[in-house]
């Protein structure tokens, strides 16, 4: 039997969450939207875009990062503990990143077209995208996903987190993701989401190593999920390309999802664990109010600024929506997130 390791927060995610985040700004700022922001024409970015252009697989790590730390949080927990964690981590910011990104497209609405009242009240509370109303910003579409992994989790959590349950869990979640891809039920394909679930499983699977150390189940858990990744970033892959207007290749998308395999591993076996910056944490907890806030938002205040050199902008908005993230972090997130934990723990 393995010996257990004691778990702990890790920085080296909350690094991890932060290079994820940037290669997705950096995404939407040279690749996807080059049209949009920086006018049509020659490509404004003709080098940077051969590898920012692959900045949308930050996702993918987000999900693998997502199923380890949910993994690690949820251990010993209820069911409601588990959905008041939720609720204070995801709300606060949100919350303020919806109110800040309407208020921002509907005044200076260069970048995106203004949002109208019932769009924002829908988006407040979470569930836009099942009920067919457009986001306030097109970066929240991850939250739904992340939503789904939360609910499909909640049923472990409900019999009790332990070893065997979240083996079982993960195995079943990627055999059952694959049969949905052809069963033609459109609800089984929405809760297995099985473009994604691969990474939320890896996650999980990394995080058995670290609790349990190496077991050739946790590892079948990791290669069974990667394996369903390189398969799910086919889909992934064209449909990028085709938004892009480039060719896109699946091969070098492999290679990057197989590095953050590659990475998540050494932090799972503790090879990064000497690595304790205290910057790190705080990329952490940047990360989310950042990745909510930059698309849109930045998108504009690119229009706006002063004529430049292009990278010289696209690093300047970058720093100054880590700048907005931080303010939003300490001036709500932080407060807001510490009101509903008082009230949600006395209910």
Same mark, same amino acid.
């Not at 987000?62 to 981590?89: D, E, K, P, Q, Y």
């Not at 303020?96 to 609405?109: F, R, S």
């Not at 049923?155 to 009790?160: F, K, Y």
């Not at 990278?311 to 907005?324: E, W």
């Given at each position: 039997? =393995?010996?257990p390791?004691?778990?702990?927060r890790?920085?080296?995610?909350?690094?991890l969450?932060?290079?994820?985040?940037l290669?997705v700004?950096?995404?939407?700022?040279?690749?996807?939207?080059a049209?949009?922001?920086?006018?049509?024409?020659?490509?404004?970015?003709?080098?940077?875009?051969h590898?920012?252009?692959?900045?949308w697989?930050?996702?993918?790590?987000f999900?693998m990062?997502?199923?380890?730390?949910?993994?690690?949080?949820?251990?010993?927990?209820?069911?409601?503990?588990?959905?008041r964690?939720? @609720?204070?981590? @995801?709300?606060p910011?949100?919350?303020?990143?919806?109110? @800040?990104?309407?208020?921002?497209?509907?005044?200076?609405?260069?970048?995106?077209?203004p949002?109208?009242?019932?769009?924002v009240?829908?988006?407040?509370?979470?569930?836009?995208?099942?009920l067919?109303i457009?986001?306030?910003?097109?970066?929240?579409?991850?939250?739904?996903?992340?939503?789904?992994?939360?609910?499909?989790?909640?049923?472990?959590?409900?019999?009790?987190v332990?070893?065997?349950?979240?083996?079982?869990?993960g195995?079943?979640?990627?055999?059952?993701a694959?049969?949905?891809?052809k069963?033609?039920?459109?609800?089984?394909?929405?809760?297995?989401?099985?473009?994604y679930a691969?990474?939320?499983?890896?996650?999980?699977?990394?995080?058995?190593?670290?609790?349990?150390?190496?077991?050739?189940?946790?590892?079948g858990?990791i290669?069974?999920?990667?394996?369903?990744g390189?398969?799910?970033?086919?889909?992934?892959? =064209?449909?990028?390309?085709?938004t892009?207007?480039?060719?896109?290749s699946?091969?070098?998308?492999m290679?990057?999802?197989t590095?953050?395999?590659?990475?998540?591993?050494?932090?799972?076996?503790?090879?990064?664990?000497?690595?304790?910056?205290?910057?790190?944490?705080?990329?952490?907890?940047?990360?989310?109010?950042?990745?909510?806030?930059?698309?849109h938002i930045?998108?504009?205040?690119?229009?706006? @600024?002063?004529?430049?050199p292009?990278?010289?902008?696209v690093?300047?908005?970058?720093?100054?929506?880590?700048?907005l993230?931080?303010?939003?972090?300490?001036?709500?997130?932080?407060?807001?997130?510490?009101?509903?934990?008082?009230?949600?723990?006395?209910?």
């Amino acid at each position: 039997m =393995a010996t257990p390791r004691v778990g702990g927060r890790l920085a080296v995610l909350d690094g991890l969450r932060l290079c994820a985040a940037l290669a997705v700004a950096f995404f939407h700022f040279t690749a996807i939207n080059a049209d949009k922001l920086w006018g049509p024409g020659e490509a404004p970015f003709q080098r940077a875009v051969h590898v920012t252009s692959y900045g949308w697989l930050g996702v993918e790590l987000f999900f693998m990062i997502s199923g380890f730390v949910i993994s690690l949080s949820c251990w010993g927990r209820t069911v409601g503990a588990f959905a008041r964690s939720r @609720l204070i981590r @995801l709300f606060p910011a949100y919350w303020a990143a919806v109110l @800040l990104t309407a208020a921002v497209v509907t005044i200076w609405p260069s970048f995106e077209k203004p949002v109208n009242p019932q769009q924002v009240v829908v988006n407040l509370t979470m569930l836009n995208e099942p009920l067919g109303i457009p986001a306030v910003d097109l970066s929240y579409w991850t939250l739904w996903a992340e939503a789904r992994f939360y609910l499909l989790f909640a049923v472990v959590v409900a019999l009790g987190v332990t070893r065997r349950r979240v083996l079982w869990f993960g195995y079943a979640w990627l055999i059952a993701a694959a049969v949905s891809v052809k069963a033609g039920l459109p609800v089984l394909t929405i809760l297995l989401q099985p473009a994604y679930a691969p990474y939320f499983v890896a996650g999980i699977g990394f995080f058995l190593v670290h609790k349990f150390g190496s077991d050739i189940r946790h590892w079948g858990l990791i290669v069974f999920s990667w394996a369903m990744g390189m398969y799910s970033l086919g889909a992934r892959v =064209a449909a990028t390309g085709k938004t892009e207007h480039r060719e896109l290749s699946l091969t070098v998308a492999m290679l990057i999802v197989t590095m953050f395999f590659l990475i998540v591993a050494a932090v799972a076996l503790g090879w990064t664990a000497r690595v304790r910056w205290p910057w790190l944490v705080t990329a952490g907890l940047l990360t989310y109010p950042f990745y909510l806030l930059h698309q849109h938002i930045g998108g504009t205040l690119i229009q706006h @600024l002063p004529e430049m050199p292009r990278p010289v902008t696209v690093v300047l908005v970058i720093a100054a929506m880590l700048a907005l993230a931080y303010a939003v972090h300490r001036l709500v997130e932080r407060p807001l997130a510490a009101y509903l934990k008082k009230r949600l723990t006395a209910s």
